[in-house]
């Protein structure tokens, strides 16, 4: 296994909890001062723009905690030029579990049930990127939102009500709360059957929860016991070292779009 370097910009080693999860990876990532083959960036305001300028000075990958919107087609133009992966570390979708159970939780979907999505976020999180984080989990698992017909906001979250690009019903809501780590749930509602995925907050390694069950039985799932951000390190060494494309920044550009839409109703209630 090649190891590999990793420069991390200062505000991005705690949200990203990036000394500790490196650690685990001792044999393929090791933190640097120097110039480094993989860059980490913090996803406040300019990231796409710090992310690029590690590109031009020759990162070989660029990991980005917790993006916020920004217009990326100049990054993604140029990552993809340089063959350089951009991995975007939002708060659940890299937990291994997500991947293991999507496709029964899509195929549930595509029958025409009701998919819910609840996240429970802690103060300092702001909408912005609660809502770009949920929305690239519900990509993940059942679909791209597509369309939204209600949103209200208010201290103490968010709730709304939309469509998948494949037309199935989605309820989204969020609750804020400091007595409760951060957390998803993502659950799929049809006639004769249902599946949940519970994901724990991306910097533990409690395993997810997926159970399903139909007129017949109920069962739980085993999941694999690794927190989000190691897994999404994991990645960005493969892609890094294999070349393997990735489409994170395509999809960020999408769900953008989306939360721009959600957020520019903001604090009322508005049905379209």
């Keep these: 296994m090649s190891a590999l370097t990793v420069r991390a910009e200062p505000g991005s080693i705690s949200p990203g909890r990036i000394p500790e999860t490196l650690a685990t990876l001792p044999e393929s990532l090791r933190l640097t001062d120097d110039h480094a083959d ?20 020759g ?41 293991a159970v999507s496709e029964q939780l899509r195929r549930i979907a595509n029958t025409g049930a009701l998919v819910e999505s609840t996240v429970t976020l802690d103060a300092e999180m702001t909408d912005e990127t609660a809502i770009l984080a949920q929305l690239v989990l519900i990509r993940a698992t059942v679909g791209a939102v597509r369309r939204v017909d209600f949103w209200e906001s208010d201290e103490h979250g968010y709730r709304a009500f939309g469509h998948l690009e494949s037309a199935t ?18 659950r799929v509602v049809g006639r004769d059957e249902l599946a949940e995925l ?73 049905t379209s």
Aim: a neutral charge; aromatic letters at 4%.
């Design 38 to 57: 993989i860059i980490a960036v913090l996803g406040d305001a300019g990231w796409s723009h710090r992310a690029l300028s590690g590109i031009r000075s």
């Design 59 to 99: 990162a070989r990958g660029v990991m980005v905690v917790n993006p916020c919107i920004e217009e990326v087609r100049e990054l993604r133009t140029e990552a993809n030029a340089a063959s350089v992966p951009v991995v975007l570390d939002t708060s659940w979708v890299h937990n291994p579990a997500v991947a």
């Design 169 to 186: 019903d989605i309820a989204v809501s969020a609750i804020r709360t400091n007595a409760y780590p951060p957390s998803a749930r993502l």
């Design 198 to 270: 519970s994901v724990p907050a991306p910097s533990t390694a409690t395993s997810a929860l997926a159970v399903s069950a139909n007129t017949e039985e109920q069962a739980v799932h085993p999941t694999p016991f690794e927190s989000a951000h190691r897994s999404a390190w994991r990645r960005l060494h493969s892609v890094t070292t294999t070349g393997v494309p990735v489409a994170d920044l395509s999809s960020f550009a999408e769900d953008a779009v989306t939360a721009r839409r959600i957020l520019s109703r903001s604090g009322s209630s508005e």
